[in-house]
């Protein structure tokens, strides 16, 4: 599976957010984007990856940005991970792994020997035009959003 680098179109997509509405990245130029993927919602990890981009958000906003997390889980589970946690983003839905599989995260991954297909937490900031400016893959959750900060400037 092809990996995205720095300097690459970001893949276009359409699916759905927490709120069944359409979402193509490509409604977002002329902003900059930081599109997270994560696992699944209300486990440890991606709740603290997700906590910290709303605890970021205000920063990410002053910098002409906006964040769009990524998981398979349906929107009624996203919908509920929102409220639970106050995120202020939409969450995408991608459920079929094609969003995942287009920015190669859909990964091989082992947990107590046993192999099984997922998300491999990873993180990109694209810029305005919809150029990948900044690549992260396999990132740490607590991390993710320090990360993307201190590529949009702040």
Known sequence: MAEIKVGDQAPDFE?????????????????????????????????TQACGF??????IEGTN???????????????NFKTKY???????????????EAYGVWREKSMYGRKYMGILRSHFV??????????RYNVKAPESSKLS?????V
């Open 65 to 79: 940005a906006v964040v769009l997390g990524v998981s398979p889980d349906s929107a009624k589970s996203h919908q």
């Open 15 to 47: 699916t759905v957010n927490d709120q069944n509405e359409k979402v193509k990245l490509s409604d977002f130029r002329g902003k900059r984007v930081v599109l997270y993927f994560y696992p699944k919602d209300n486990t440890t990890g991606c709740t």
């Open 86 to 100: 106050n995120l202020p983003f939409p969450l995408l839905v991608d459920s079929d792994h094609k969003i995942s």
């Open 54 to 59: 709303r605890d970021s958000f205000p920063q």
């Open 126 to 135: 694209i810029d305005e035009n919809g150029k990948v400016v900044d690549v």
């Open 149 to 153: 900060l201190e590529k949009l400037g």
